[in-house]
Structures are given as structure tokens and as C-alpha cells.
């Protein structure tokens, strides 16, 4: 069994977008998105985010599983922040299609909601 | 010492807070003015008063304005908190203490005051803040709009009055 | 209709400057996002799940052409070129950027628009009936005393920081097209025995997790006591909602847990202690507010009555056009022209920029400047005479904007659940879709007839699934996509709420069930029978029977 993956991610405060923690700084694509396979360094990761108050809003881990090797979020809902409306396929970071795009998409990964903090989420 | 703002005279002003707000138990001070928490005026209130100082209540938001029917006219100040800044039942028992109860002391904010309040604070008819702004910023925070829509407890006439003298 | 006058105008400048300086305070890092968000909320500004959401106020649901001229002006140049109508008439932009919002709505200023208390724990935008001015059996014009509480519960002092937000709807017609019923406070306008202009309240009315009709607190409250009635109500409720549980602080928990008639005493006494004359409206200004709507001269026009019944009876489609989505006018020569947002296949209440121009251009040409939003997410231009029906529908048409299905299974409230909203559990769009697409047969559609169908994404009913003739609220079972049904619910004047139909059904089989109903319905209908009607009369069992025959076991 793979170990379990984590992302970090957030939105950037000023334009809203979705973005991911990447090796550089923070990307709106979750393919770049730095893959966490130990949660203390995704927790460590997460604590310096929510020190970034000027730059992101409300960051969060979310789990990752990999499906024919691509990283994808197990949460139905994360894949949407990251692909854009299912409804719009010409809006969102999934214009840019490609083959971690499809993966988004077609994931079988997720049985599971976590990465999503509960129906309203209180700071 | 928690630093005030007090509204004189329709200038926003630095000023020292003269009082001692009592915590649950322990003596108040030999002398000098004494803020009493209502839960505690049953005790203490009345003696206090007769002891010559200048004496006022403070109200947590739940505490209903009737309470202080009996004494209002005796109170140099009347103290309502805000334990969060968006438990919005201050303005509401700060209304009722200037327009229903005809409260002339002094009406001060404490707890969690911020500026972006100010406007709705000094509507609802308190002149004194317990907040470490600036009277510059509180000042202009209260000043943010040119007109109202509705009257409260201050004396801004509401646009509908306005709109009658043109 | 109501144009802003200098003070007005000064109110959102100064709102927006002072938005302005809020925002640059939290780049700054002046202010924390605890502290900026209720701020940011009080105006308008959501964090969702791709962007910030910004929600403007259309006030009443009431529109001139400028107004949605500039609508689609930011669409195009601050979003992705459309806009959703939402189901309490405001319009909501998916994509836009906190770095933008300040001249945002710096531009919708200039045309009096804005998006002041559309969210937070406030009084929102005041909703109203979409044919009030233009409908035969209305008492009154709504619009006026919409106005009349817009500016009173604007920047309200003391009432800035509610429990919980607090939503009020009016409507002047015993034909309830405003679900006031379903709002905190509901306003039914009507004249007393003796002809004195009043209002029926109710309160206590809301959807979410709890869902209630409201309860009548008043039955004849003079017209003119309109906003110390209202603040009365408000005061109690902002010193005594529950501040300790998110999920009980809406005024429909405090009016259940005393009683109305308990309640109706409380507002009763504060009112009565008030200073009334310093808060209800000299008579001067509520003059001068009804002076601004009711201007419209309407023409008789025998002639182009009969042209329009020329064409009603040699156009098909016109016909089907005019049977579905064309309303009767208080004036003969008059008719009020619904534009429907639900084509078949795209996002119930969507339009892109495009067609709001056209819609602005119609209202314009033809439409004597007025344009209206409905609780339904469709547009409504009230003032068309019947000569200019023909070449409004053909504008229409070529637009997208004339599928004719008003009220029929296709036009479905949906919110715009998973795919946008970040309180959602489930997307409620592509199941509108999938329904709309099999009653994409006008001919079928109006063989079913009336059939108001709600979609909600999650809890907080933001699709008014409670109300739904067939209501379907989406949930997340472990991960996957699952929707329970509810049937009989109304938001009219008979309003009720749907009772539950059974186990909740996966996404896929959401059309299917809806066929389902759809066929029973069909084949237990008695004449004259809307599906609402016959639910009523034979309760949930047989569709329950229908719709899971042959089901597997959940």
C-alpha cells in the first residue's frame, strides 16, 4: 500500500484564485503542486502558510492519491478547485488540458471527503 | 489602564479612563469612581452611591437595559460590552438607554471595540470607547458617511428630513 | 422607477471609499481577515471555491437598461463574461478579485448599483413580486415600500450585527410570486375592509436546515407604521436571537421557541413604546418615492391587439412562446414578457454579457426602461403592448433568451452548488441539466404542465429545494454525489414544504426518478391537476411506489 500524499493549498487573498504549495512558492496548477508524503513536513509546510495573512487565505492540507502514476485529489470537491466548474470546461485551470487535466477528471481515487473541513467551516 | 476615547463636544479626544471597573470580588478602591458589573449591583451598588463617589454599571450584552431603571438617573456612566465585535445587542441597549430610558451620562464601549465601528457606535448614542486606535482614525471612521437613512439615537436627521428642506 | 437622487448617490460613494480603504487596510496587513471578512461580507464579497464571488444588490429585483448595460460591463471586463441571477433577484459574478472589487463597485455606482448588506449578518436585499406595477391584482405598487425599507435598512446602526442574516420579501397580490412566506419577514400588501392600504406580517419564515413557513403576527398593520413595525421586529430579534449556535440564530428558531403569538406581544409592546414619528416615513417622501414609479402612460392599442392575435394564431411557435412565458397585463393592450435563462443544457439563471445587452436594448426599445429579476432566475420585462410582442420574441430567440418553458419542468432553480460554491456538497447544475434535457420536448414539457423544480447543492437551500413542487437536495454519501427528493413543497401563497419521498438517489438516476414522477403524475392526474395538485391530493405513497420500482437496494 502507497503511503498517503498531501498537497497544500489555499487561495490567494487578493485575487481568490486556487493555488497550490509548489518547490517555488505557490502555483494555480496542482501539477506542480509539491506532494507531501510525511505529514510533518505538510504540517510544518501548513503552519508557515498561515502566517502568510497578507498573501493567502485559508490554507489547508487535502490528500492526494496517485492513479496510473498522477497525482490527483482524493476529494471530489478539491478536484473541482483544481480543475474549475465541472459545468464550464472552458473556464478554470483546466482549459490547459493535457494528460494530468484527463486524470483530474477521470480519478477513481476518491471514496473519501476528506480535505474538506465540514459543512460550514468555522475558523 | 485601558486608554479611551470620548466624543465631546463632537471632537473625538485622548482621555484617561477615571474609573475602576470592580472584578467579581475584591474591595473597590478607597476612592474614586467605580464601575460595577450588574451581576454585582445588588451588593454593592447602593452603598457605593451613598459613599459620595461617581458610580457606574457595566452590562454584558445579555443584560437587559430595565435592569437599570431604578438607578439611571445616578449613574455617571453606563458601561456595555461587546465581548466580540460583531455581537451586534450593544447597539441595540444602547439605543433603548438614550431614546427609551432618556440616559444622559456617559455611554461607553468596552470589549472588543474596533474603528470600522466607530460609525455604528456613535449612532447608537455612546461617547466613549475603550479602543487603542487613534481619535484621528476613530474620528474618521465615524465621520465615513455624509448622510443617514434612518433616525437613532444620535441627532443626525435622516435623509427623508434633509430631502424636505431643499 | 426609483432613480437616486443626490443623497443617494453620496451613501454608495461613501460606502465605496470607505470599502476602498478597508480593502488597502487588509493587503496592508492593518487588519486581520477576522476582522476584514465581516466587512468584506457586508459587501458582498465571498471567498468561493475558484474566486471571489461578488453579489449585487439589484434592489426589488428592478432594473433600467443602464443598469444592466454596466451588469455587463463587468462581466466582461472584470470577470468571464457572465452573470448569475439568483434566487433573492441579485446577480452574482463567479470570478472576480478582491483587487478589483473597490473600482468594481466604483462602476456600479455610476449607474446606482451596488452590492451593499448582500451578505453578513445583516438586513439584505429587500425582494419583491417581478410583476408588481404591471400585475391586474395587485393592491399597491410593491416597489415603494421595497424602496421605503432598501434605505432603512441601509447602514442601519443598530442592526448592522444580527445573529444571523435577515432576509425580507413583499409583495402587493394574493397570487404570491416573492415566496414571502419562506422569509424572515413577509409583507402582504392588501386594503382592509375599509379600504386602508396595510400589510399583512408574517415572520419567522426560512428554508436551510430548519425549514418554516412563516406565521402571521399581524393581520392589518397600517401602511404607514411600515419601518417602526419592522424595527420593532428587529430590535427584539437582534437583543434575543441566539448568538450561541450558528445553526439556531435565524428569527425563525426564536418565533418557534416562543410561540407567535408570544412574539407577536413582544413586538407589540416595543412598538407600541417607540417614537414612531421619528421612524416611519412623512407622508412627504413616501409621495415623492411613489411619484418615481407608476409613470408609464400605457396606450391603448386595438390594433396591435389584434396583430398580435393574427400572429398568435398562424405562428406555432409564437403561440407556444406566448401560451408559456407571456403573462397578462393590468392593461388590455399590455403583456408582461418573461425571458427565460433556462435553456436547455446550460446554467439555470446564467447569462453572458451578450444577452444582457440585448435584454438592456429590449427594455429600452420597447420596454419603457424597466426590467425586472425573478426569485425563479429569469428575467421579466413587465411593459411590452402586444404590437411590439412579436419582435421582442424574435430579439429573444436569436439570443437564446425564448426557450418557453416558464414554470414548466425545464425552468429549474438550481444554486450553483459544487462546481462554484464553497458551502456545497453536491453540484446541483449538471443535474439541472440532465432533467431539463428530458423534458426538452416543448410538447411533452407542457403536456406535464406546471412543475417547479428545486435543486439545492447542500443545506442551506440556497436552490429553495424546500419549496420545489419537486424538490432535490444534493449530499455527499462517502464521497459520492447522492440527491434526496422532497415533493409538494410551494412557495406561493399556498406555500408548504415538500415532504420526503424516500432513500436518496445516486446522480445518475436523478433524471430517471424525475421521469418517473413525471409519468405517475400523468397517469394519476385528475382534470385541471397541476402536479403539485395531485400530490396534495394522493400524498407521497404512489410517487414513492413510482419512483423506486424496480430500484436496487441503496
Redesign the interface.
Not at chain 3, 441601509?154 to 445573529?163: D, V
Given at each position: 500500500m502507497s503511503a498517503s500524499l498531501q498537497a497544500l493549498t489555499a487561495n490567494d487573498l487578493l485575487t481568490g484564485e486556487v493555488v497550490f504549495r509548489s518547490m517555488e512558492g505557490w502555483t494555480p496548477r496542482f501539477a506542480d503542486a509539491q506532494l507531501f508524503s510525511d505529514p510533518l513536513d505538510a504540517r510544518a509546510e501548513l503552519d508557515l502558510a498561515v502566517l502568510e495573512t497578507v498573501r493567502l487565505a485559508d490554507p489547508y492540507l487535502i490528500d492526494v492519491a496517485l492513479t496510473d502514476g498522477l497525482p490527483s485529489p482524493t476529494s471530489f470537491r478539491e478536484r473541482i478547485r483544481a480543475l474549475g466548474p465541472t459545468v464550464r470546461e472552458d473556464l478554470g485551470p483546466q482549459t490547459e488540458g493535457g494528460p494530468l487535466v484527463d486524470a483530474l477528471r477521470h480519478s477513481h481515487a476518491a471514496a473519501r471527503s476528506s480535505g474538506r473541513l465540514g459543512l460550514i467551516r468555522k475558523r | 489602564m485601558q486608554m479611551l476615547i470620548r466624543l465631546e463636544a463632537g471632537r473625538f479626544v485622548r482621555a484617561a479612563d477615571d474609573f475602576i471597573t470592580l472584578a467579581a470580588e475584591g474591595d473597590p478602591p478607597a476612592d474614586g469612581g467605580v464601575i460595577v458589573p450588574l451581576a454585582h449591583w445588588a451588593e454593592m451598588g447602593e452603598r457605593l452611591l451613598s459613599e459620595g463617589r461617581e458610580v457606574g454599571v457595566r452590562l454584558t450584552s445579555a443584560d437587559p437595559v430595565e435592569a437599570l431603571l431604578p438607578v439611571l438617573e445616578r449613574l455617571s456612566v453606563v458601561a456595555v460590552e461587546f465581548p466580540i465585535?460583531?455581537?451586534?445587542?450593544g447597539?441595540?441597549?444602547a439605543?433603548?438607554l438614550r431614546?427609551?430610558l432618556g440616559y444622559r451620562g456617559e455611554l461607553r464601549a468596552v470589549g472588543d471595540v474596533?474603528v470600522?465601528q466607530a460609525?455604528?457606535l456613535v449612532?447608537?448614542g455612546f461617547d466613549a470607547f475603550e479602543t487603542n486606535a487613534s481619535p484621528e482614525q476613530f474620528a474618521a471612521s465615524a465621520h465615513?458617511?455624509?448622510?443617514?437613512?434612518?433616525?437613532?439615537a444620535d441627532d443626525r436627521p435622516p435623509?427623508?428630513v434633509?430631502?424636505?428642506t431643499v | 422607477m426609483y432613480s437616486y437622487?443626490t443623497?443617494?448617490a453620496?451613501?454608495l460613494a461613501?460606502?465605496n471609499?470607505?470599502f476602498r480603504d478597508?480593502v488597502a487596510r487588509r493587503l496592508s496587513g492593518d487588519m486581520s481577515e477576522a476582522?476584514f471578512k465581516?466587512?468584506r461580507l457586508m459587501n458582498g464579497l465571498y471567498l468561493q471555491l475558484h474566486s471571489y464571488m461578488l453579489r449585487v444588490a439589484i434592489p426589488y429585483g428592478s432594473l433600467n437598461p443602464s443598469q444592466l448595460r454596466a451588469l455587463a460591463h463587468v462581466a466582461r471586463r472584470w470577470d468571464k463574461g457572465y452573470g448569475h441571477f439568483t434566487t433573492r433577484q441579485n446577480l452574482q459574478f463567479h470570478w472576480t478579485r478582491l483587487s478589483d472589487a473597490p473600482d468594481i463597485l466604483d462602476h456600479l455606482a455610476t449607474v446606482g448599483l451596488h452590492a451593499i448588506q448582500t451578505s453578513g449578518?445583516c438586513i439584505r436585499n429587500t425582494t419583491s413580486d417581478p410583476f408588481a406595477g404591471a400585475a391586474a391584482d395587485e393592491a399597491d405598487d410593491a416597489r415603494i415600500w421595497c424602496e421605503a425599507i432598501r434605505?432603512?435598512s441601509?447602514?442601519?446602526?443598530?442592526?448592522?450585527?444580527?445573529?444571523r442574516k435577515f432576509k425580507i420579501a413583499v409583495t402587493a397580490s394574493a397570487t404570491d410570486r416573492a415566496a414571502v412566506r419562506a422569509h424572515d419577514i413577509g409583507l402582504v400588501l392588501h386594503r382592509n375592509d375599509e379600504g386602508r392600504l396595510g400589510f399583512e406580517v408574517i415572520v419567522g419564515g426560512g428554508l436551510g436546515r430548519t425549514p418554516f413557513i412563516g406565521k402571521t403576527i399581524r393581520d392589518h398593520l397600517p401602511a404607514e407604521h411600515l419601518?417602526s413595525y419592522l424595527t420593532a421586529i428587529l430590535?427584539i430579534y437582534?437583543?434575543e436571537g441566539r448568538?450561541d449556535n450558528l445553526y439556531k440564530a435565524r428569527i425563525k428558531i426564536l418565533v418557534d421557541s416562543l410561540g407567535a403569538a408570544a412574539f407577536a406581544e413582544k413586538v407589540e409592546a416595543e412598538w407600541v413604546?417607540?417614537?414612531r414619528a421619528?421612524?416611519d416615513?412623512?407622508d412627504?417622501?413616501l409621495a415623492?418615492i411613489r411619484a418615481s414609479f407608476g409613470l408609464i402612460a400605457h396606450k391603448s392599442d386595438p390594433g396591435g391587439r389584434a396583430a398580435f392575435e393574427a400572429d398568435k394564431a398562424s405562428d406555432r411557435a409564437f403561440s407556444r412562446f406566448v401560451r408559456n412565458n407571456v403573462s397578462a397585463h393590468k392593461h388590455p393592450d399590455y403583456a408582461i414578457v418573461s425571458v427565460s435563462l433556462k435553456t436547455i443544457g446550460d446554467t439555470p439563471g446564467d447569462a453572458s454579457a451578450d444577452q444582457m445587452d440585448v435584454v438592456a436594448d429590449l427594455g429600452e426599445a420597447y420596454g419603457h426602461g424597466d426590467i425586472r429579476v425573478t426569485h425563479a432566475q429569469n428575467l421579466v420585462l413587465p411593459h411590452i403592448s402586444l404590437r411590439d410582442v412579436r419582435a421582442v420574441y424574435e430579439k429573444l430567440s436569436a439570443a437564446g433568451l425564448a426557450t418557453p418553458n416558464i414554470d414548466l419542468a425545464s425552468d429549474i432553480i438550481a444554486c450553483p452548488g459544487l462546481d462554484y460554491c464553497a458551502l456545497a456538497n453536491a453540484r446541483a447544475i449538471p443535474i439541472s441539466q440532465d432533467i431539463a434535457r428530458r423534458f426538452a420536448d416543448p410538447d411533452r414539457a407542457e403536456q406535464v404542465g406546471e412543475l417547479k423544480i428545486k435543486i439545492s447543492g447542500c443545506i442551506n437551500a440556497c436552490g429553495h429545494h424546500h419549496l420545489g413542487h419537486i424538490g432535490i437536495l444534493g449530499v455527499d454519501k462517502k464521497g459520492e454525489e447522492f440527491f434526496q427528493f422532497t415533493l409538494g413543497g410551494s412557495g406561493a401563497e399556498d406555500a408548504s414544504v415538500g415532504q420526503a419521498l424516500g432513500p436518496a438517489v445516486p446522480a445518475d438516476k436523478v433524471a430517471d426518478t424525475v421521469d418517473r414522477l413525471a409519468a405517475a403524475y400523468l397517469d394519476l392526474r385528475a382534470p385541471g391537476e397541476r402536479f403539485l395538485d395531485t400530490v396534495r391530493r394522493l400524498g407521497v405513497a404512489p410517487f414513492k411506489a413510482a419512483a423506486y420500482a424496480d430500484a436496487d437496494p441503496a
Open positions: - | 465585535f460583531r455581537d451586534g445587542r447597539y441595540s441597549a439605543v433603548l431614546t427609551r474596533l470600522d460609525w455604528n449612532r447608537c465615513r458617511f455624509r448622510h443617514v437613512y434612518q433616525a437613532s435623509a427623508f434633509e430631502r424636505e | 437622487d443623497i443617494d453620496a451613501m461613501d460606502r471609499a470607505e478597508q476582522q465581516p466587512l449578518n434605505q432603512w441601509s447602514f442601519h446602526p443598530e442592526f448592522t450585527y444580527l445573529p419601518l430590535r437582534n437583543l448568538r413604546a417607540m417614537d421619528r421612524i416615513l412623512p412627504l417622501e415623492r
